[in-house]
C-alpha cells in the first residue's frame, strides 16, 4: 500500500502561536522538531498496518520545515513551494492519503485558522458555496482521481470537519481550542502514540474508505481582506470580480480550478497597512 502525506505544522501538539510556525522565529526550531515526530508517527502507524510506500509532501509556509535527518527513513519527502499541486504534489497512485498538522479553515476559532493564506490577506474561501478548508480543497483533489482521506490530525475543529466529510476518517486529536492562539495540548508522546494508532486503522480500513468526490462545475470564491487585494489578482481569465473584496471563477475540471486557486493566491498583494 502507497501511503501519501500532506504535512501541514498549525496542527502539530503544542502550536498555538505564529511564533511556533514561521521560520528564524524563536520558538520555529523546536517545532519543526515536533513536526517530523507526528509524521514519524503516522508512518510507523502504517507501516506496522502493512503499507509498505510512503511520499511525504511538505505542505507549510515555504514548505522546507521537516528534518530530513529525522525522517523515517522508509518515506521520501518532496520539499520546496514551486510546485504545481502544492500541499498535494506527487499524490498522483498513492492509495490513500493523510492529512498530518492541519488545521481548520479562514474564520473558525481553530489554532491558527487560515484557508492557504493569512487573515491579513483572505477573510474566506468557499468552494461551490460552502466554506472550504485547505483539507477540503485537497481532499476534492485526491478523491477525484479515485484516493480517499484515510487520517487528519490536528485540533478538534479540523477533526470534527473531517468526520462530516470523509465517512471513515480516522484522526488523531492532538489538541482542543481554547481560542485561535490558545489550545489544550496534549502531551508530545501521547499525540504521537494517538496518531500512530489512527494511522494503523486508517490502512487497515482504507479499501472501506470512499474518495471526496465533488460534482462539477467547480467554482472557487475568494473574499479578500481589502479592496485593493481583490483588485491585484484581476489579471486570469474567467475572472469575476463579485463586489468589492470577493473575486470567483468556476471550471469543469477541478485540477484547473485548483491550480486557478493557486495561482491566483500568490498573485494576491497584501496591504501595506499589513506589513
Not at 40 to 64: K, S
Not at 187 to 192: E, F, K, L, R
Not at 194 to 212: F, N
Request: hydrophobic content about 40%; some cysteine.
Amino acid at each position: 500500500m502507497r501511503v501519501y502525506i500532506s504535512a501541514d505544522m498549525e496542527g502539530v501538539t503544542g502550536v498555538t502561536h505564529p511564533q511556533d510556525v514561521i521560520p528564524g522565529r524563536s520558538q520555529y526550531e523546536r517545532f519543526r522538531k515536533l513536526l517530523t515526530a507526528e509524521v514519524n508517527a503516522a508512518i510507523e502507524g502504517a507501516g506496522d498496518a502493512g503499507a509498505t510506500e510512503f511520499l511525504v509532501n511538505e505542505a507549510h509556509d515555504g514548505m522546507r520545515n521537516i528534518l530530513l535527518e529525522d525522517l523515517d527513513p522508509r518515506a521520501e519527502v518532496i520539499v520546496g513551494s514551486r510546485k504545481p499541486h502544492s500541499m498535494m504534489e506527487g499524490v498522483e497512485g498513492a492509495d490513500v492519503v493523510f492529512f498530518v498538522g492541519y488545521h481548520s479553515r479562514a474564520g473558525t476559532g481553530g489554532i491558527l485558522s487560515h484557508t492557504f493564506t493569512g487573515p491579513d490577506m483572505a477573510i474566506s474561501i468557499e468552494l461551490n458555496g460552502e466554506p472550504c478548508s485547505e483539507g477540503r480543497m485537497n481532499a476534492a483533489l485526491a478523491g477525484l482521481q479515485g484516493i480517499p482521506v484515510g487520517l487528519v490530525t490536528g485540533d478538534d475543529l479540523i477533526c470534527e470537519e473531517s468526520k462530516a466529510l470523509y465517512p471513515g476518517v480516522e484522526t488523531a486529536q492532538v489538541k482542543a481550542a481554547v481560542d485561535r492562539y490558545t489550545a489544550r495540548c496534549l502531551p508530545v508522546t501521547v499525540a504521537q502514540g494517538r496518531i500512530r494508532e489512527a494511522a494503523a486503522g486508517a490502512v487497515k480500513g482504507a479499501s472501506g474508505l470512499a474518495p471526496y468526490a465533488p460534482e462539477p462545475p467547480y467554482t472557487f470564491t475568494v473574499e479578500f481582506a481589502t479592496a485593493s487585494t481583490a483588485a491585484s489578482v484581476m489579471y486570469f481569465p474567467n475572472l469575476e470580480r463579485i463586489d468589492d473584496r470577493r473575486v470567483s471563477w468556476t471550471h469543469e475540471d477541478y485540477e484547473t480550478a485548483y491550480k486557478m486557486f493557486i495561482g491566483v493566491m500568490r498573485l494576491a498583494r497584501t496591504d501595506p497597512d499589513y506589513g
